[in-house]
């Protein structure tokens, strides 16, 4: 057990953090059994260990930026044989094939409405904010909301496609304030009911769907953080549905999480506790996809601003929690805690991004621009 203990601490040691030290990115270690479970099973029995108790730390999402930044990932990985076995994994089967996508609807956005309610802003967005000239949650949403109204030139009278419609914010927005018709694709059953209730009265239609059944033809399509969940087998075919339904004059507008490398496979702890068959793609991902679909006409990186949409959607998860107790027990409440605050992490490490791409079919004659707004900009 000693010499667990040592291995462990020479490696914290090796990105500023102590085991039982006084800073708040510090460990404080309960259970002696943390450092064989963590040698043994990596990142997975980490955030696990974590679930049970056998550790804290006052500020995770200060630890995980400790951690990323000095690439212990690496260090862990290369003694870690459950990492090779789920990129194996990953090339042998899809994911995310059609009939695999519905796990992550049903295990991680249908966990329950009133939880994503009292954590999200008051349009249930549940994606990264755009917090420049902005004081809190629910204007930082709107303005990224806009931004990419702006972005696709909506206005009134547009037939707009979206991809992963979550509980119909955007919808909402556009219809509202464009004047556009919206028609909404998801995956999962509770956000389909909380956004057609959301939506009604409005030119809007939400649809319980798997993006590779859409046809039809649409002026602009959108689709905010579903591009996570696709999988590296099926970026091909997803760019090929958008390409198939987007009219030769529109505009796509792709915003996503991404990476600064490639892989095949995700982390083992967020894999099977938070998102299921995810995977966050890189630049030379996306651009293959794309390749021969699609010109580029934007690319804008804004990842930082997760950090901040992650560390109030944590505040609010953490001061609504009383109202939650008779739904999600102790261990649920550490899950997510641990989720929110090691990704907010991942973005101020800038190991993670957050990018909108917006793409032409054959590109727009005279280059492209988005009209400015004072209101957010």
Known sequence: MADFKNTIEKILKSVDVEINGSRPWDLQVHDERFYSRVLSGGSLAFGESYM???????????????????????????????????????????????????????????????????????????????????????????????LMCRKMHLRSGMNVLEIGCGWGGFAKYAAENYGVSVHGVTISKQQAEFAQDSCKGLNVSIELKDYRELNGQYDC????????????????????VVHRCL????????????????????????????????????????????????????WHNFGQNYDATLMSWNKNFQNNFDK??????????RMWEYYLLMCAGTFRSRRNQVWQLVMSKSGLKGGYTYKNNPRFD
Not at 270 to 288: D, H, L, R, W
Request: net charge negative; with cysteine; hydrophobic share 35%.
């Open 221 to 240: 399509i959108v689709s905010v953080g579903m591009f996570e969940h696709v999988g590296y087998k099926n970026y091909k075919k997803y760019m090929e």
């Open 52 to 146: 049970d108790g056998w550790w804290d730390c006052k500020a995770l999402d200060q630890l995980s930026e400790k951690l990323l930044s000095g690439r212990i990932d690496k260090q862990v990985r290369a003694s870690n044989p459950s990492f090779f076995l789920a990129v194996l994994r990953a090339y042998l089967v899809n994911p995310q094939s059609k009939k695999r996508a519905p796990i992550v609807g049903e295990k991680h956005y249908d966990v329950g409405n009133d939880l994503f309610s009292l954590m999200l802003d008051e349009r249930m967005n549940y994606s990264c904010a755009y917090w420049r000239n902005a004081e809190n949650l629910d204007q930082a949403q709107i303005n990224k909301l806009d």
């Open 324 to 333: 939650l107790k008779d739904l999600y027990d102790d261990r649920f409440k």
């Open 247 to 298: 009219k030769e004059d529109g505009l796509f507008l792709l915003h996503t999480i991404g990476r600064n490398n490639s892989v095949h496979a995700t982390d083992p702890w967020v894999n099977k506790y938070i998102f299921p068959n995810g995977m966050t793609p890189s630049a030379q991902q996306i651009s293959a996809a794309s390749e021969d679909l699609f010109v580029v006409e934007d």
